[in-house]
């Protein structure tokens, strides 16, 4: 990508006076000076063969960009064998509707240790990734925001060097949100931006596909996403570092109030 794009998670508030589909959503997200939109796949797959043209003809006159989150029911470190594969399947099943609407990443959380060392859920998680088929779908491994989740950044790093298809999804909220409030100053998130160009090459910033939310949080983790300003989360510090290393990609609001704070990321930026 030449540049970064700002966009949201699932469809726009807008005023409240209409409900969006897609195919509405992406002229209005356009209309806003927004690039981007994740579809939501977290409980239904909910791009098919009646929908997908009127989407990606949208797509394709607004230059438009478009994810999809994955499932939510994915374990790949699953106890039982059955439910690591129907979480492949999940997987499978998203990143083919994504591909109908020439979309590019599919977001997912690979699992939780359950009562596996690290090192145990590392290794069963990877056997899975390395049965995913290449269709073209960037399978994007997204940093979880609880301790008890796999998904620290180190993880993901490794796996997107031992996997080809694999790339990480960088959700600096839930870091912030696993450490306990972790991320406070500009040297936080720069370290974490020279970790990954350092693991990965220059070019994995050059294609990042980043969330951003505030977030609240406790000595477990994660519990919910806010809006900006009603969170400690460091946005401005955060745009910053990615403006001083040049980072190209998209990225993806999570808050509440959508394109409401994805306008307030794109202007903070351009304003930086």
Do not use: W
Not at 45 to 56: A, F, G, R
Not at 62 to 82: P, Q, R, W
Not at 89 to 109: D, N, Q, T, W, Y
Not at 211 to 223: A, F, M, R, T
């Amino acid at each position: 990508m030449d540049r970064l794009l700002f966009g949201i998670s699932g469809l726009p508030l807008g005023d409240g006076s209409s409900k969006f589909t897609y195919k509405s959503a992406i002229a209005y997200l356009k209309s806003l000076g927004l690039d981007a939109m994740e579809l939501p796949f977290v409980r239904s797959v909910n791009v098919t063969m009646k929908n997908k043209d009127e989407i990606l003809e949208e797509k394709i006159k607004n230059d438009f960009y478009l994810s999809a989150h994955g499932s939510y029911f994915i374990n790949l470190n699953a106890d039982e064998i059955e439910k690591q594969e129907q979480s492949l399947e999940r997987i499978i099943k998203g990143a083919k509707a994504l591909s109908l609407v020439e979309g590019k990443s599919l977001v997912f959380h690979p699992g939780f240790y359950l009562s596996d060392s690290c090192d145990a859920a590392y290794n069963t998680i990877k056997e899975n990734l390395l049965k995913l088929p290449d269709i073209g779908i960037e399978y994007r491994l997204e940093t979880t925001g609880k301790p008890t989740q796999f998904g620290s950044l180190d993880e993901l790093i490794s796996l997107a060097l031992e996997i080809k298809i694999c790339k990480i999804c960088v959700d600096f909220s839930h870091i912030h949100a696993r450490g306990n409030g972790c991320l406070k100053t500009y040297d936080d998130f720069a370290e974490i931006l020279d970790k990954i160009e350092k693991k990965l090459g220059k070019e994995s910033l050059e294609d990042m596909h980043i969330h951003l939310s505030g977030i609240n949080y406790g000595p477990k983790g994660e519990k919910n996403h806010l809006p900006f300003k009603e969170s400690d989360f460091n946005y401005i510090e955060c745009l910053k570092a990615l403006k001083d290393f040049n980072v190209k990609g998209c990225i993806i609001c999570e808050s509440p109030i959508l394109e409401y704070d994805a306008i307030l990321l794109r202007d903070t930026y351009k304003n930086i």
